[in-house]
């Protein structure tokens, strides 16, 4: 029986736990931009995105760009 990519990548963590983790690591500690313009590490950028800080900062972006599209007019 064909075995799903679930179970395949459920294999290769068993058998490879050091890679595994490496590469999470790795991964969790790539340095992301937000469209906020704030830089984040991948880690906590689900936790950027549900702050008020985040928040904050685009409505300024959305209303700086409205007023820039009834200035253009």
Do not use: F
């Not at 983790?21 to 992301?32: E, F, G, P, T, V």
């Not at 937000?34 to 800080?53: A, S």
């Amino acid at each position: 029986m064909k075995m799903t990519s679930a179970e395949i990548n459920k294999n290769y963590r068993e058998r490879n736990p050091e890679r595994w983790l490496a590469s999470l690591r790795k991964y969790q500690k790539k340095k992301w931009t937000c469209p906020c313009g704030l830089t984040v590490i991948n880690q906590c950028r689900p936790n950027h995105l549900k702050t008020k800080t985040h928040a904050s900062r685009m409505k300024l972006i959305e209303s700086l760009k409205e007023n820039n599209n009834n200035n253009d007019i």
